[in-house]
């Protein structure tokens, strides 16, 4: 964004820089038509999960964050852009004169005007003026969490749809502007990108090459029915996953695929296994809809929650279902030898109805050697910052990886910082899908 004003700025002439009605309006205008393509641009080609974009900027958890945004700046500009063009109620309040708002015929400069694509002009306006008014309807929708995510999942695939209608509405009324400006070809190398990227989406083939096929094979339902756990037998190829990493997995076409952490290791033996907590609508109704045999699809791996490839000695702090990546790495540890291993310690912050997690982590944390601090609600203090650094005197000289609700997570972090752990030591995905 930076950088499109940047090129935007210095592609403008003096006298377009100036603050006279006319040049500033039609800056305005331009301006915030441009900022919302390359905003919307930015996020189709984030929507593609491409693993070097991921890595690039610190894992998926921070990917969906920075798509979340693109998407608002998108629309607030798309809104700005109408109301610049809109600019005739300036007039009715009195506040300049329709003829302040004429560009001189001699101005030509960066706001030139090139006729090949004159006669579809009319038509790329009204198209644009419309994808606009369903960007905004669907803004809403997406920031609305008591929107249902099956219709959300639906609904949001429409934007691959106004995407290309904006990108029509760019390409012809751009030609106004110098093609060869800075910001000219920047807005044609975004168009030769975003383009293929919002086809991609519309036919849904983002992460088709990472996906796998399988079926059910196990069934198990915990805490009282409030996890259910399953296990995927895969039928098709799986490159194979990192502890700490999460799947995009659909049960029902209809719903569409939801992320879940990956709570196995990988043995090379087709077999994935996910522990689902019961946190909506959809996850409570997995119990008893899915049945052993039922199709399944599984995209990924993902995430850079990589505490396995980490050898310093670490501190893992888990809040109720936030346990499942340290699953599958104490099922690793549990069967490698010890004398390899970094000091790890393991908080475990669950209810007593969690029983049966509870005697799990605690029988991989006696084969793993690695020592575990319960906190059950009713039975034990809870969990805090002052725990930790009481079990763990020498914290300062561990990482920190957290995984569980968001608020706990910025409780433990805050206390923890303050006792004067670096801010660089305290690892935590915070994955949102909208």
């Known amino acids: 964004?930076?950088?499109?004003?940047?090129?935007?700025?210095?592609?403008?002439?003096?006298?377009?820089?100036?603050?006279?009605?006319?040049?500033?309006?039609?800056?305005?205008?331009?301006?915030?038509?441009?900022?919302?393509?390359?905003?919307?641009?930015?996020?189709?080609?984030?929507?593609?999960?491409?693993?070097?974009?991921?890595r690039w900027v610190g894992?998926?958890?921070?990917?969906?964050?920075?798509?979340?945004?693109?998407?608002i700046a998108a629309a607030l500009f798309a809104l700005a852009h109408w109301l610049s063009k809109k600019y005739k109620w300036l007039i009715e309040l009195g506040l300049f004169d329709k003829n302040d708002f004429v560009t001189p015929p001699d101005t030509l400069g960066f706001?030139?005007?090139?006729?090949?694509?004159?006669?579809?002009?009319?038509?790329a306006k009204d198209l644009g003026e419309w994808a606009l008014y369903a960007l905004?309807?669907?803004?809403?929708?997406?920031l609305w969490k008591k929107f249902p995510y099956r219709y959300f999942f639906k609904t949001h695939r429409i934007l691959a749809v106004i995407y290309l209608i904006l990108?029509?509405?760019?390409?012809?009324?751009?030609?106004?502007?110098?093609?060869?400006?800075?910001?000219?070809l920047l807005v044609g190398a975004l168009l030769l990108v975003g383009i293929p990227a919002a086809l991609i989406s519309l036919f849904q083939k983002i992460g088709a090459s990472h996906r796998a096929s399988g079926k059910i094979s196990q069934i198990r339902v915990h805490e009282d029915g409030k996890v259910?756990?399953?296990?995927?037998?895969?039928?098709?190829?799986?490159?194979?996953?990192?502890?700490?990493?999460?799947?995009?997995?659909?049960?029902?076409?209809?719903?569409?695929?939801?992320?879940?952490?990956?709570?196995?290791?990988w043995k090379d033996d087709a077999t994935l296994t996910f522990h689902i907590k019961q946190l909506g609508d959809y996850t409570r109704s997995l119990s008893h809809t899915?049945?052993?045999?039922?199709?399944?699809?599984?995209?990924?791996?993902?995430?850079?929650?990589?505490?396995?490839?980490?050898?310093?000695?670490?501190?893992?702090?888990?809040?109720?279902?936030?346990?499942?990546?340290?699953?599958?790495?104490?099922?690793?540890?549990?069967?490698?030898?010890?004398?390899?291993?970094?000091?790890?310690?393991?908080?475990?912050?669950?209810?007593?109805?969690?029983?049966?997690?509870?005697?799990?982590?605690?029988?991989?944390?006696?084969?793993?050697?690695?020592?575990?601090?319960?906190?059950?609600s009713g039975q034990n203090p809870a969990l805090t910052a002052r725990t930790i650094c009481d079990n763990v005197p020498d914290?300062?000289?561990?990482?920190?990886?957290?995984?569980?609700?968001?608020?706990?997570?910025?409780?433990i972090q805050c206390g923890l910082l303050k006792e004067g752990l670096p801010a660089r030591r305290f690892h935590q995905e915070l994955f949102e899908m909208r």
């Not at 894992?59 to 998407?71: A, I």
């Not at 012809?172 to 060869?180: E, R, T």
């Not at 914290?395 to 409780?411: D, H, I, K, Q, R």
Request: contains cysteine.
């Open 111 to 123: 706001f030139q005007h090139h006729h090949f694509f004159k006669p579809l002009e009319d038509l």
């Open 228 to 265: 259910t756990e399953v296990e995927v037998l895969l039928t098709t190829p799986w490159e194979g996953h990192k502890e700490g990493q999460f799947a995009f997995v659909t049960f029902d076409n209809r719903e569409g695929h939801h992320p879940f952490t990956l709570s196995s290791s």
């Open 167 to 184: 990108a029509f509405h760019s390409l012809i009324l751009f030609g106004k502007i110098n093609w060869l400006s800075p910001i000219g």
């Open 136 to 142: 905004l309807v669907l803004a809403v929708l997406a």
């Open 290 to 376: 899915l049945k052993v045999g039922d199709p399944v699809t599984v995209e990924g791996p993902y995430g850079r929650f990589d505490f396995a490839a980490h050898p310093e000695p670490q501190i893992w702090i888990a809040g109720g279902i936030g346990i499942t990546p340290f699953l599958s790495r104490l099922e690793a540890l549990a069967q490698a030898p010890r004398h390899s291993r970094q000091p790890i310690t393991l908080f475990y912050s669950a209810r007593e109805s969690d029983h049966t997690l509870i005697e799990r982590v605690q029988t991989l944390a006696d084969q793993a050697g690695i020592p575990l601090h319960l906190a059950i």
């Open 395 to 411: 914290f300062l000289a561990y990482t920190v990886w957290f995984c569980g609700a968001t608020n706990f997570g910025e409780a």
């Open 59 to 71: 894992g998926l958890d921070t990917h969906y964050r920075l798509h979340k945004w693109l998407g």
């Open 1 to 54: 964004m930076v950088l499109g004003t940047m090129l935007y700025w210095v592609s403008l002439t003096d006298v377009e820089r100036t603050l006279a009605p006319w040049a500033l309006r039609k800056s305005v205008l331009y301006y915030t038509g441009i900022m919302s393509f390359l905003a919307m641009t930015i996020g189709v080609i984030l929507a593609m999960r491409l693993r070097t974009v991921e």
